[in-house]
């Protein structure tokens, strides 16, 4: 069994920054991919980043590209996600999403409030 742990949530003001983290523990032998996708209120998911076990980033989302910034530590099984200069349209529950042993294993965080007010 896979679990994925999500931090770093909070409230913030306009123009400031977080950084979440999410680390994946139990049976693990290969990471495929990690990321994040955001929920707002009355919204779908939405992808934001995502990274590969080879470094590959991908920004699904162009309201975030520039501002976001994806990585992860040495064993590949810890994510973060730096956001800077954020915006009151950031404010979403944010979730940690991973593909772990195999092509088709998707893993879901329990998900981490991001609020950005003034």
């Known amino acids: 069994q896979v679990q994925l742990v999500e931090s770093g949530g909070g409230l913030v003001q306009p123009g400031g920054s977080l950084r979440l983290s999410c680390a994946a523990s139990g049976s693990i032998f290969n990471v495929y991919l990690m990321g994040w996708y955001r929920q707002a209120p009355g919204k779908e998911r939405e992808l934001v980043s995502t990274?590969?076990?080879?470094?590959?980033?991908?920004y699904g989302n162009s309201a975030v590209e520039g501002r976001f910034t994806i990585s992860t530590d040495n064993t590949k099984r810890t994510v973060h996600l730096q956001m800077n200069n954020l915006e009151p349209e950031d404010t979403a529950v944010y979730y940690c999403?991973?593909?772990?042993?195999?092509?088709?294993?998707?893993?879901w965080g329990q998900g981490t409030q991001v609020t950005v007010s003034s």
């Open positions: 999403y991973a593909v772990i042993n195999w092509q088709d294993s998707e893993y």
């Open positions: 990274i590969t076990n080879n470094g590959r980033t991908n």
